[in-house]
């Protein structure tokens, strides 16, 4: 009898656990399907902001392309017409140019201004190049102080060497122009002020060895073995003959 309802007990609580089984499972299965719902909203949203955007974008695209169709369009109209178009150009990247003046060789001419002699050399030589270097060589207490002023005042670089030894301008132009072609190279350009055989062999090995371009500014009955180590010369009193005399200084 005791056994019986022992068996009795043991199925009846094995049908609460089916039950309560069962009830968990379902529970399971709406919070699943609760956790789906709540993601349709959101899911909704994305898909209609990724519509907005994408019609946002065809739209600026269709207006970009617009304006840049009625912009050609002008342009072409402009030419159809004969009117001056502006068109963008490319930067041109010039290559460098320096000035090397032996000023006790080849002086400012007698009457003539220090700054009209530079503005000529930068005029008629400088539309191929740009300025890299500009360097007057001279011991500042024997020259002129009006020519001295007027270099200062025509930007070039103004370097003192006393004279207290022979051809130590020379030396330091010869230093100067070296470091200017290890620095520029080809094809990159000099012009030296001077009629001094001294220069020779360096405007040799510039010319010809560096591939610089080398122009020569001379005085008269200048050695001609120092002409030929140049691509360009000028007789520098032809040069600057045309000029116009000094204004004289306001007191």
């Not at 060895?209 to 140049?230: F, G, M």
Request: hydrophobic residues 40%; neutral net charge; contains cysteine.
């Amino acid at each position: 009898m005791a056994g019986k309802k022992f068996l009795d007990y043991r199925t009846s609580c094995t049908d609460d656990n089916d039950e309560i089984e069962g009830l968990n499972e379902k529970l399971l299965q709406l919070l699943s399907a609760q956790k789906v719902l709540s993601q349709v909203p959101t899911s909704q949203s994305l898909c209609d902001g990724r519509l907005k955007n994408n019609s946002s974008s065809k739209v600026g695209f269709k207006a970009s392309a617009s304006s840049l169709f009625s912009h050609c369009r002008h342009e072409c109209s402009l030419l159809h017409h004969d009117s001056p178009v502006t068109i963008p150009t490319l930067p041109i990247h010039l290559p460098p140019i320096g000035v090397f003046w032996d000023i006790e060789n080849c002086q400012v001419p007698k009457g003539r201004s220090a700054i009209a002699v530079t503005q000529l050399i930068r005029d008629k030589f400088f539309n191929v190049y740009r300025e890299a270097e500009f360097i007057v060589v001279c011991d500042v207490q024997k020259e002129n102080n009006q020519i001295i002023q007027e270099l200062n005042d025509a930007q070039v670089n103004l370097i003192h060497v006393a004279a207290t030894c022979k051809n130590a301008a020379d030396e330091k132009l010869k230093q100067s122009i070296r470091r200017f072609a290890d620095i520029h190279g080809s094809p990159a350009a000099i012009i030296l002020i001077s009629g001094d055989i001294n220069f020779a062999a360096d405007l040799s090995d510039l010319r010809h060895r560096k591939k610089i371009y080398v122009i020569l500014l001379h005085k008269k009955n200048t050695s001609e073995a120092l002409i030929l180590c140049a691509n360009e010369h000028y007789d520098f009193m032809e040069l600057t003959e045309p000029l116009p005399s000094r204004t004289p200084a306001k007191v």
